[in-house]
């Protein structure tokens, strides 16, 4: 408790604690705590983290964290931290986003930063559903699932987040749920401390408008959901496409060297500085 009690006075701002704008028993909450943890642990300073996201429920993470902080537009968080970045490569950039934000308005810019292979940390909030707005369906919704805008049943695949980061080219690629907190803890740490574009998508739930909707019960019955159905990537290896079916994978799915873009753009900046001075 004195260990927690000192990490909430070391990096939440006071004035924003309460009231909070998310439902009673939301993962992001969770997922607030695993990331304060986790850049703990890096011992990167609170000087050392510009922390940006888009527009969602998880989005709104920002607002109670002391770090540099950059609230920006509806799928743009990327790009506003990609300029960050390019400006000053030091600072440790780590992008917040929900499903909707990073993949439907914001996923052209998703798929690219993961090709470009930036350095940047990007944490994706997986709820399944567009919380913040009404309970829209999202690129994420599963097959068949109810929202306010498929009263009938939704009848568009969802994507696989973590899966398309990989063949988009990030460099580590991670999945995790808010009810696997140790765990989620340590991918997040290990996404900070990649070099290159690390992806972290974090199973979360949205009780108010998905899990209402759908017939899962409020958020005690979602985590247990969440326990029941996520296979670490370990056990997932040994099982069969029968055994695996209705599940998701949690853990490292894939953590690989590749050329940062910040440090080839450098090459190339120190390259044009020779060729202008001769």
Same mark, same amino acid.
């Given at each position: ?96 986003? +929900?499903?909707?934000?990073? %993949? $439907?308005?914001? #996923? ?5 930063? /993961?090709?470009?292979? =930036?350095?940047? !940390? ?21 097959? +068949?699932?109810?929202?306010? %805008? $498929?009263?009938? #049943? ?5 994507? /696989?987040?973590?899966? =398309?980061?990989? !063949? ?111």
């Amino acid at each position: 408790m004195a260990e927690l009690t000192k990490l909430i006075h070391k990096y939440l701002r006071h004035a924003k604690k309460f009231p909070h704008v998310w439902c009673p028993g939301c993962g992001n909450g969770i997922l607030l705590g695993s990331l304060i943890r986790a850049i703990d642990r890096t011992g990167f300073e609170k000087d050392d983290i510009v922390l940006v996201s888009g527009i969602g429920c998880s989005s709104r993470l920002p607002v109670y964290v002391d770090f540099n902080t950059l609230h920006t537009t509806h799928g743009r968080a990327l790009t506003f931290a990609t300029g960050v970045k390019l400006a000053n490569p030091r600072l440790q950039v780590i992008v917040v986003m +929900g499903d909707g934000d990073a %993949t $439907s308005i914001g #996923g052209n810019h998703f798929i690219h930063a /993961a090709r470009r292979n =930036l350095n940047l !940390t990007a944490i994706i909030v997986n709820n399944n559903i567009y919380g913040m707005t009404g309970g829209q369906y999202s690129p994420t919704t599963p097959y +068949g699932s109810y929202s306010t %805008t $498929s009263p009938f #049943g939704h009848i568009e695949h969802p994507f /696989a987040i973590a899966e =398309l980061a990989v !063949t988009a080219g990030a460099s580590f690629v991670a999945r995790g749920t808010v009810y696997h907190t140790n765990l989620l803890d340590e991918l997040i740490e290990k996404a900070i401390y990649k070099r290159g574009f690390s992806v972290v998508e974090v199973i979360s739930n949205c009780h108010t408008q998905f899990g209402r909707k759908n017939k899962m019960g409020g958020p005690i019955e979602m985590l247990k959901w969440m326990k029941e159905t996520a296979v670490r990537v370990e056990k997932a290896e040994k099982l069969t496409e029968e055994e695996l079916k209705d599940k998701f994978t949690i853990g490292i799915l894939v953590d690989r060297e590749l050329p940062v873009f910040t440090m080839e753009y450098e090459k190339i900046r120190q390259e044009a500085k020779k060729k202008v001075s001769a």
